[in-house]
């Protein structure tokens, strides 16, 4: 028997990135990779997190990012996305550097 998560085709297939400037990554990925901003919110400490998709030709995306319902369909979408993780002050640290994993500075 199928689970209502099966059902729905759900897929959550996420990559996450660190990045230290946050509008310039958001740019880069929708201008030259060709992505699209579907959602952004922000989390504990102000940090802000930006989901990208890569949509099929001739779709277009129907959310406003960062609205109630851009935020359910990044949670349920069955496509693969990218999350850019942006922490406040990280674009005027000159010490900022990008770890693998969640391993500590």
């Known amino acids: 028997m199928a689970t209502n998560l099966e059902e729905q085709n759900f897929g959550f297939h996420t990559s996450a990135l660190r990045v230290k400037n946050a509008s310039a990554s958001v740019d880069f990925y929708v201008k030259v990779m060709g992505m699209t901003l579907i959602d952004k919110f922000e ?3 102000g940090q802000h997190l930006y989901y990208l998709a890569t949509l099929r ?4 995306y129907p959310h406003e990012p960062g609205s109630t319902a851009a935020h359910k ?3 349920t979408t069955p496509s693969a996305n990218l999350c850019l993780i942006h922490s ?3 674009e ?3 010490a900022f550097k990008v770890l693998p994993g969640e391993q500590d500075k």
């Open 43 to 45: 989390v504990n400490a």
């Open 57 to 60: 030709a001739g779709e277009a």
């Open 73 to 75: 369909c990044t949670l």
């Open 88 to 90: 406040p002050g990280s």
């Open 92 to 94: 005027k640290d000159d």
